[in-house]
């Protein structure tokens, strides 16, 4: 079974509201304890994410920094 949604009414909100729909959205698969399939591409991605922070940590960007720069775009 294929299922289409409307992206379109979701697309025209400020972007505020989008943020609170991605946070509703995962919000409920949080709830939910939804189990994630451990590929070996899935742990061979992980492990290679990893090690490119561990290598170049001037990439990385500081969780409280995406965190901090998504609050003030909800702000407005």
């Known amino acids: 079974m294929t299922s289409v949604i409307d992206m ?10 989008r943020f609170e729909v991605i ?5 409920s698969i949080a709830d939910e304890k939804v189990e994630v399939e451990e590929s070996d591409e899935l742990i061979a991605e992980l492990i290679r994410r990893r090690e490119d922070a ?4 001037e990439d990385c960007v500081p969780w409280e920094q995406v965190r901090d720069a998504a609050a003030a775009r909800r702000r407005g």
């Open 8 to 17: 379109a009414p979701i697309l025209s909100l400020p972007v505020a509201q």
């Open 23 to 27: 946070g509703a959205i995962w919000d």
């Open 54 to 57: 561990f290598a170049n940590p």
